[in-house]
């Protein structure tokens, strides 16, 4: 198992942070399959579409495709939905 920031943009403070919160507990194929989701998203503008897993209804928690300077609300970044709890 591996830490991995949630935000997967070097240049976003989120990435610098501390905060628990900002971190989640991946295993090494789920942090090198997000890695290279979050890097087609640095290179494209578009984020990964959560609607391509089995099962999942929505594509992003909040935003949509493009990326608008922030991972909030993208599959990637808050895959636990813990935002949605205020968490």
């Not at 935000?7 to 919160?21: A, I, Q």
Request: hydrophobic share 20%; with cysteine; glycine share 12%.
């Amino acid at each position: 198992m591996q830490i991995d920031h949630c935000c997967g943009r070097y240049d976003d403070p989120e990435y610098k942070s501390e905060d628990p919160l900002a971190h989640q507990l991946l295993c090494s194929n789920c942090n090198a399959w997000k890695r290279d989701k979050c890097q087609a998203c640095v290179k494209t503008g578009h984020r990964f579409d959560a609607k391509r897993i089995t099962g999942e209804k929505l594509g992003w928690h909040e935003g949509g495709r493009e990326y608008q300077g922030t991972c909030r609300g993208c599959y990637l970044h808050d895959s636990y939905g813990k935002e949605a709890y205020g968490l």
